[in-house]
T-cell receptor, first 108, second 115 residues
Framework: KNEVEQSPQNLTAQEGEFITINCSYSVGISALHWLQQHPGGGIVSLFMLSSGKKKHGRLIATINIQEKHSSLHITASHPRDSAVYICALSGSARQLTFGSGTQLTVLP | EAGVAQSPRYKIIEKRQSVAFWCNPISGHATLYWYQQILGQGPKLLIQFQNNGVVDDSQLPKDRFSAERLKGVDSTLKIQPAKLEDSAVYLC?????????????FGPGTRLTVT
């Protein structure tokens, strides 16, 4: 079993829809990261969180440490949000363990 | 603040050839990471440097891959000889601190195609 599981693997939405991407993990962590990767390869860090909730613009990330679960929400989605969203864990190994990503496509 | 720089952005080589990638981390970032990302998968750590010392290279295929970080700043990753399965995006990242408590900042990546 992978240490970090993301769902769904692929998600297609219409512009304006509310989107949720989920991440479940099975190990102790010091922080959980949400990353965005556009075609072409570059990765941008969206959030790093160890408890509660963070918000940046239309993006909201939550984490429940007891349930080992995090969600990334996008409100009022837009075609430019189309990207791969990756959940990654940082723990005692001082390295990131990456999920396999969720491919999001937002249609106009 | 300048981000993590990588070059080249794209490289196409034939199998058994050699290739080198370069990374310049964010100024002041002590920790540097090289990742390999095969299409459809999450990044896999190849090597982690703390300043100019290696922290972890357990997943680096040392028979063909090598990396160095001279003077604790820039880093190069080399593949010699390349195989078809080395086709991937090679990502460099840096962070202030290796403890996991600081974010990693990623470069744009180098897309390698081995034919």
């Amino acid at each position: 079993k992978n240490e970090v599981e993301q769902s769904p693997q692929n998600l297609t939405a219409q512009e304006g829809e509310f989107i949720t991407i989920n991440c479940s993990y099975s190990v102790g962590i010091s922080a959980l990261h949400w990353l965005q990767q556009h075609p072409g390869g570059g990765i941008v860090s969206l959030f790093m969180l160890s408890s509660g909730k963070k918000k940046h613009g239309r993006l909201i990330a939550t984490i429940n440490i007891q349930e080992k679960h995090s969600s990334l929400h996008i409100t009022a989605s837009h075609p430019r949000d189309s990207a791969v969203y990756i959940c990654a864990l940082s723990g005692s190994a001082r390295q990131l363990t990456f999920g396999s990503g969720t491919q999001l496509t937002v249609l106009p | 603040e300048a981000g993590v720089a990588q070059s080249p952005r794209y490289k196409i080589i034939e199998k058994r050839q050699s290739v080198a990638f370069w990374c310049n981390p964010i100024s002041g970032h002590a920790t540097l990471y090289w990742y390999q990302q095969i299409l459809g998968q999450g990044p896999k750590l190849l090597i982690q440097f703390q300043n100019n010392g290696v922290v972890d290279d357990s997943q680096l295929p040392k028979d063909r891959f090598s990396a160095e970080r001279l003077k604790g700043v820039d880093s190069t990753l080399k593949i010699q000889p390349a195989k078809l399965e080395d086709s991937a995006v090679y990502l460099c990242a840096s962070s202030l601190d290796p403890s996991g408590g600081y974010e990693q900042y990623f470069g744009p990546g180098t897309r390698l195609t081995v034919t």
